[in-house]
């Protein structure tokens, strides 16, 4: 094929489910590049020089994934084509702002496209423990300013003191395991940033966990201490990390979760003054703590021109010898299980798991149990009004009657 053989290529739109016979073309062209599609991808971009196609680039939503392009096509301007036309796809959809992660040899021909770098990992072969290396991989957007926007407008809440922490978060639902971590991270530094992931692959939503999270820091008496943050594309989730272009299980990982503290470490904490982050231990997934592993060496370790932040790990707080998770919580939704769960989450997240997934015999008991708990605390404050009023306080276990309110 020549340079004027390029005029002939074709490009147009594919959605997977509607057309069998062009994604069997697009895996066999993904798998002659060596690499696998992804079932998250819901639109591809592709190139065609008659019935055949040459090139194609996928999207998951905002983030650009599977892009290939056969050896009889390369170099002759196919790359920025179908970048163009996938942008087309993207602002049919009302998305405009787009996302995608290439290796680091890719990175200039993407450049070229109008992408800017966010972060990158080095290609390193080996791990300071010994295990496998992060593979070199580069996370762009298409938006010169986004990150720096949005960094910008998380300044605004900047706190001027000695020692500012940060704790990243899903959950999925807050517990009191993650009151406790919060608490604890407050009383150890002057102000504490809370970010809520905002990745929709939880079981509960985001919308909810964010809510529950605001309920749980407005018990805590550090609460003018404690700014939680909405959550952002640029706190990476897994989820939307792709693993098309890096087969080893492990090295996906270590890739991902190094893309993501290094946003951290190169963006977060310094338009915030973060000197220290705040994790809980992890004691059942292996995957965790291999990532609170890799914080220490990611943002605790002297890296490039950007601060070092100190990696606290906080232990996690136990229910009956065992440490709360919310593993545990969403298992016991699964099954059928309530009672007994205002033992491991906060008053508004056991509410909130009530009124969503209880029974008419869950809702009557967390009623009584809210009742009894009302009584407990009506005789707490009356022991602090007078002897009078101490008398006429209800027994704990009691209900309230309203001959019995002053």
Not at 146 to 171: D, F, H, M
Not at 289 to 309: C, F
Not at 319 to 347: K, N, Y
């Amino acid at each position: 094929m020549d340079e004027s053989d390029a005029v002939e290529i074709a490009y147009d739109t594919v959605l997977p489910a509607l057309q069998p016979a062009t994604m069997a073309q697009i895996r066999g062209l993904l798998a002659r590049q060596g690499l696998d599609p992804e079932a998250e991808v819901d639109t591809f971009c592709v190139g065609r020089q008659g019935q055949r196609v040459l090139a194609c680039a996928g999207l998951a939503h905002d983030v650009v994934k599977c892009t290939a392009i056969a050896p009889a096509a390369q170099g002759l301007g196919v790359l920025e084509r179908l970048m163009t036309e996938l942008t087309y796809a993207a602002l049919d959809r009302g998305v405009s702002h787009l996302f995608l992660y290439t290796s680091l040899a890719n990175e200039e021909k993407f450049l070229a496209c109008g992408f800017h770098r966010i972060v990158a990992v080095p290609d390193e072969a080996q791990r300071p423990d010994g295990g496998a290396g992060a593979a070199g991989v580069v996370f762009m957007e298409n938006s010169r300013a986004g990150i720096t926007k949005w960094t910008e407008e998380l300044s605004y809440y900047r706190r001027q003191r000695p020692k500012v922490g940060a704790v990243v978060v899903n959950c999925n639902p807050f517990t009191l395991g993650h009151r406790y971590l919060l608490q604890q991270a407050a009383q150890d530094c002057d102000y504490l940033h809370v970010f809520v992931v905002s990745e929709d692959a939880s079981f509960f939503s985001y919308a909810d966990r964010l809510a529950l999270v605001h309920a749980g820091v407005a018990e805590l008496p550090e609460r003018d201490r404690i700014h939680v943050h909405p959550g952002s594309r640029y706190l990476v989730s897994k989820a939307t990390f792709p693993t098309y272009f890096l087969k080893d299980a492990a090295v996906v990982q270590q890739a991902s979760t190094a893309v993501d503290l290094r946003i951290f470490r190169e963006h977060i904490a310094p338009s915030l003054g973060i000197t220290h982050r705040y994790v809980g231990t992890e004691p059942f997934c292996a995957v965790t703590r291999a990532y609170n592993a890799d914080m220490h060496r990611w943002v605790e370790q002297a890296h490039g021109d950007h601060d070092p932040v100190r990696v606290v790990e906080v232990e996690r707080v136990a229910h009956e010898g065992r440490a709360i998770s919310a593993t545990q919580v969403r298992r016991r939704i699964i099954e059928g299980r309530l009672a007994g769960l205002d033992r491991l989450v906060p008053a508004a997240t056991y509410a909130f798991i009530i009124a969503t997934y209880g029974t008419p015999e869950d809702k009557a008991r967390a009623t009584a149990a809210t009742t009894a708990a009302s009584a407990r605390a009506y005789a707490s404050a009356a022991a602090w009004a007078s002897p009078r009023a101490r008398t006429l306080a209800p027994a704990p276990d009691e209900p309230v009657t309203l001959d019995q309110e002053d």
